[in-house]
């Protein structure tokens, strides 16, 4: 077997102090940023300043460029933490801190051979370590949170604007103002949503002027998660009011000059009013879902979550997507950052991302999503790289989308769309557990091939099939680890079925398919081998010290660390 070490991960464990991205000036700093991405950015791009917001010329160019904020390179990294402590993939790189994120604690070897973490300390010991200004860009909370306040900032700077009862539309002002009121408070919802869903705690703002942005009020991430859930109502109310005219195919469609929406996202086709009301609901769906262990789930959530999704996206609905441009020197990603091409070697340039030995046993073998994806006789291994632990291993590579694959790109030739909001097939998998944990087994094992058709499996029926309860959830849990690859709820997933807690907790996975190297234990040979593994991972991350050195709790507020 050959390891494979590239060159191009160079790992960066400088001291880099990190800016306030404080809650306090963040507004101020969005605005007066001065990124050169052309079509997300404001039209003066050197010095702009709040009066391009105050005119038709500049509030559309800004609403555009949220994207550039809400997907940056620090949401991408946070993706990454959220794709590798879920077990889909791995990384055992230091950059931005991610291989402390997946460093889990224990491998128990079919032998008996107990394989300890190799850094020692626990994930949360060691993520709490580097929780400072002076751990520079290794801090691993700080990423979602600043990209994702960064997001609220911006969708309150476009609210503010878009409601002032002086600024002026032309044509058809009425679904201009809605479609960018509906943008921010989708955002707003979004962001709001993954602060609850990621963090211990958070700050609820909704305010875009600098002096009055000043929140030190922690709340709890119910809370936050709950805060959410009204931003998505209130786009929700707007969407149902427009209907998909020219002037709003426009705004979301790319063309005509006030398109909010990048060109080379969202390739699969226009978000039309009546389907973003289902992205929200779906969105809405997923908030009850991930949110609470499934051990806790009462009959009464399981109930609400299939209400829900039962107005949440369906078949033939498109959803927001991240793409990027070939030259990556105008999109969010820099022609770098998604998985799209992390994941692949790139033409050299990837290598980051590796497919797991644990998603993979997921499959079923006459899977076509497996012969179509993944492949196991690349030519190279990644075997316990520079010693840093025996889950950093795989024999897997992915299939790229020039050689038919769905996930990454060896050239960038092929626009790969990266999911970071709901699709069709999560809301459709929420609706098979609600259904199946309801002990409604074949209603809801219908989702599950619904989904399996959607993406050409392959496979045969499995509702009618005379299932157990137990396994239609085991159909149900492989089903969401192999549908939903990359699509953000990985961890949220292993979080919630408790594999991220301690064994001593009922954590852990049994049977999990580990490449174990020669010399481990009693092995003499290098093998894929099943293997118990203990995670032992935080449930939600602290507040990152970024913000608390800036921003002390007030004495009402939850606690803000583990």
Not at 176 to 194: I, P
Not at 239 to 266: E, H, K, Q, R, W
Request: glycine residues 8%; contains cysteine.
């Amino acid at each position: 077997m050959d390891l494979i070490l590239h060159s191009n991960h160079k790992e960066n464990n400088n001291n880099m102090k990190n800016k306030y991205l404080g809650l306090i000036t963040i507004s101020a700093l969005l605005l007066f940023s001065a990124c050169k991405k052309e079509s997300l950015d404001l039209k003066d791009p050197v010095s702009p300043t709040l009066s391009s917001v105050n005119t038709e010329s500049g509030i559309f160019p800004f609403a555009l460029g949220m994207w550039s904020k809400m997907l940056s390179g620090d949401y991408n990294i946070a993706a990454n933490y959220h794709s590798t402590m879920g077990d889909e993939t791995f990384i055992p790189w230091g950059n931005y801190g991610w291989r402390w994120g997946n460093q889990i604690a224990n491998i128990t070897l079919p032998d008996g051979t107990v394989v300890t973490n190799p850094i020692g300390p626990l994930q949360k010991d060691q993520l709490q370590s580097t929780n400072s200004r002076e751990a520079g860009d290794v801090n691993a909370f700080l990423y979602e949170w600043k990209s994702m306040y960064y997001t609220i900032a911006t969708s309150n700077v476009l609210l503010n604007y878009s409601k002032k009862p002086s600024f002026t539309f032309t044509g058809d002002a009425t679904t201009k103002q809605k479609v960018l009121q509906a943008w921010a408070y989708f955002c707003r919802g979004y962001a709001y949503s993954r602060i609850g869903s990621m963090y211990i705690a958070g700050v609820i703002n909704n305010v875009s002027g600098t002096s009055d942005f000043i929140q030190n009020n922690f709340v709890s991430s119910a809370a936050i998660v709950k805060e959410g859930n009204a931003n998505l109502d209130s786009a929700i109310a707007i969407l149902n009011t427009l209907s998909n005219n020219d002037t709003y195919a426009s705004m979301l469609g790319g063309s005509g000059g006030i398109s909010i929406v990048p060109a080379f996202c969202n390739t699969h086709g226009l978000v039309k009013p009546d389907n973003w009301v289902r992205i929200c609901n779906t969105m809405k769906a997923r908030n009850l879902l991930v949110n609470k262990k499934t051990k806790d789930m009462s009959a009464a959530d399981w109930k609400a979550i299939q209400d829900i999704a039962t107005t949440g996206l369906k078949a033939g609905d498109v959803t927001f997507t991240e793409g990027f441009t070939p030259d990556g020197n105008n999109d969010m990603a820099g022609g770098f950052w998604t998985p799209s091409i992390q994941l692949s070697d790139n033409n050299g340039n990837g290598g980051w991302l590796f497919v797991s030995e644990r998603l993979v046993q997921e499959f079923k073998p006459n899977d076509s999503r497996l012969a179509r994806n993944f492949i196991s006789d690349y030519g190279i291994v990644l075997l316990n790289p520079k010693n840093r632990g025996i889950a950093f291993g795989t024999t897997y590579h992915t299939i790229d989308a020039e050689d038919g694959g769905d996930f990454t790109t060896k050239d960038n030739t092929t626009n790969v769309q990266a999911y970071f909001v709901p699709s069709y097939e999560e809301n459709e998998l929420m609706l098979a557990e609600s259904k199946i944990n309801q002990g409604n087994i074949d209603a809801g094992l219908v989702h599950v091939d619904a989904v399996r058709k959607a993406q050409h499996a392959d496979l045969s029926a499995v509702s009618g099939t005379g299932l157990t309860l137990a396994q239609a959830k085991e159909e149900l849990r492989t089903e969401r680890r192999v549908a939903l690859f990359l699509r953000g709820l990985a961890f949220y997933d292993a979080r919630r079925w408790n594999v991220t807690a301690a064994k001593s907790a009922g954590g852990g996975r049994a049977n999990a398919n580990v490449l174990v190297p020669k010399g481990f234990g009693t092995y003499t040979s290098s093998a894929v081998r099943p293997c118990f593994m203990e995670y032992n991972f935080m449930d939600y991350w602290d507040v990152p010290l970024n913000e608390l050195d800036f921003n002390k709790p007030s004495s009402g507020s939850v606690p803000v660390k583990q």
